[in-house]
């Protein structure tokens, strides 16, 4: 007997953690004192459903000994007429594989992308191939590879590189606590790593990007904040006083989508709604100040589930953020910005609407495409790779550091 916590009902073969399992054959002999326990947890639901070697969700061994075991009794009748029938089982240690495909970079640099979901498809390969010569995928569910794009480049379901792999350019957008690690490891060959936000969910990963960064000749490592390069900046730096005469005050309103239960952001490996989303707009006001360092940070998660979360930088410039899942889901994620400096304040809504103004008359208003800033990083990140150009400074590394901060203090 055995809990298949994360498969569809279609499934021929069904590959479980071996904690998972019990064998059936002493099912009249089990322990009455493991089938009364098993009894109790059998009237609440194990956590389980949705269980990836992924997670980070712990597994309580004993409780789920005392659940199968309850199971059985209730079974015994069946399992006594199966006991002539015995089920082939396999122990699997290594389920990846790789298909290999001709190369043909044409003596452009070689990539490769960890991670084939939606925004991979979406945003990160069709640029990357424009540029660079993608010669293989990492994605562990195979049947994202049924995708023309990706037709005739190598695949391959390991979650982690191989010894024998090497590319000039590594693009990380896997899960959130895999990508510090496969990042360090591109660094560490002297490649170009390329990195979805959070760039690491654990300060400990965090110190060994800084250290590694900090020790090369030359940073090559890319975060993927796509706030950092919106033609928005430029109108921001033109529209507001220089930043050495006034901070840069930052204040947002951010809403997003509710996730599914069984979300993968919701693992504990992945960090909270901070670590995962909220990044982004402390990042982008941290650019706007030139990375100072901060002071003084704090976040707090209301009775409602919002998160409050403030920041003073060391050149005096103030940041607040409300951060909900509460409201309507009709156009997606929402956001509403205001940057203030001086006598002057810029308001930014959903990406899409700039209005700037003084106290006199207003500056400028623009509507821009919402994912404009995203074909402008990937186009500028692979022409910086194209000509062997620097990556990220280690300054730009302290809001990520600042956002696992506010993630302790809660």
């Not at 992924?54 to 399992?79: K, N, T």
């Not at 900090?214 to 033109?238: E, G, T």
């Not at 360092?293 to 920041?311: I, W």
């Not at 302290?398 to 203090?409: H, N, Q, T």
Request: glycine share 4%; proline share 4%; charged share 20%.
């Amino acid at each position: 007997m055995f809990l298949a916590t994360n498969h569809s009902r279609a499934y021929s073969v069904v590959v479980v953690d071996d904690t998972f399992v019990a064998s059936a054959e002493n099912a009249s002999d089990s322990d009455t004192t493991a089938l009364k326990h098993g009894q109790a947890s059998a009237q609440i639901q194990l956590p389980y459903i949705g269980w990836s070697p992924y997670s980070g969700i712990p597994i309580d061994a004993q409780a789920v000994r005392e659940f199968l075991a309850f199971q059985m009794s209730c079974h015994i009748d069946e399992i006594a007429r199966l006991k002539a029938t015995t089920m082939e089982t396999k122990t699997v240690s290594d389920r990846v594989s790789r298909v290999e495909a001709d190369s043909s970079n044409c003596g452009r640099p070689t990539a490769t992308i960890f991670g084939l979901g939606n925004y991979s498809k979406t945003q990160i390969v069709p640029i990357v191939r424009k540029f660079l010569s993608l010669e293989a995928v990492h994605e562990i569910d195979a049947d994202q590879f049924d995708w023309p794009l990706v037709k005739r480049t190598t695949k391959d379901t390991s979650p982690q590189p191989r010894e024998f792999e090497s590319y000039d350019a590594w693009f990380v957008a896997g899960y959130h606590h895999t990508h510090a690690g496969i990042a360090l490891h591109a660094l560490k060959a002297y490649s170009y790593a390329v990195v979805e936000k959070p760039l690491a969910t654990t300060m400990h990963d965090l110190n060994a990007l800084e250290r590694t960064i900090a020790s090369a000749p030359m940073s090559k490592l890319f975060a993927c904040y796509q706030r950092r390069y919106s033609v928005m900046n430029r109108w921001i730096s033109a529209d507001l006083p220089r930043l050495m005469e006034c901070p840069r005050h930052y204040h947002c309103i951010v809403y997003e989508t509710p996730l599914p239960d069984l979300h993968w952001y919701r693992w504990p490996n992945s960090g909270s709604r901070l670590v995962s989303n909220g990044c982004h707009w402390l990042d982008h006001f941290m650019s706007l100040n030139d990375y100072a360092k901060p002071e003084l940070l704090t976040a707090e998660r209301r009775q409602s589930g919002d998160y409050l979360v403030t920041a003073v930088l060391a050149n005096r410039a103030e940041f607040t953020m409300i951060l909900t899942d509460c409201g309507s889901e009709f156009l997606g994620v929402r956001d509403h910005v205001e940057i203030r400096a001086g006598n002057r304040t810029v308001r930014i809504s959903d990406q899409a609407n700039y209005h700037a103004e003084t106290s006199a008359r207003v500056l400028r208003r623009r509507i821009v495409k919402p994912s404009e800033s995203y074909d402008a990083m990937y186009g500028e990140i692979c022409r910086r790779i194209v000509q062997g150009l620097p990556g990220d400074s280690l300054s730009s590394l302290r809001s990520a550091r600042a956002i696992l901060d506010l993630e302790a203090s809660l």
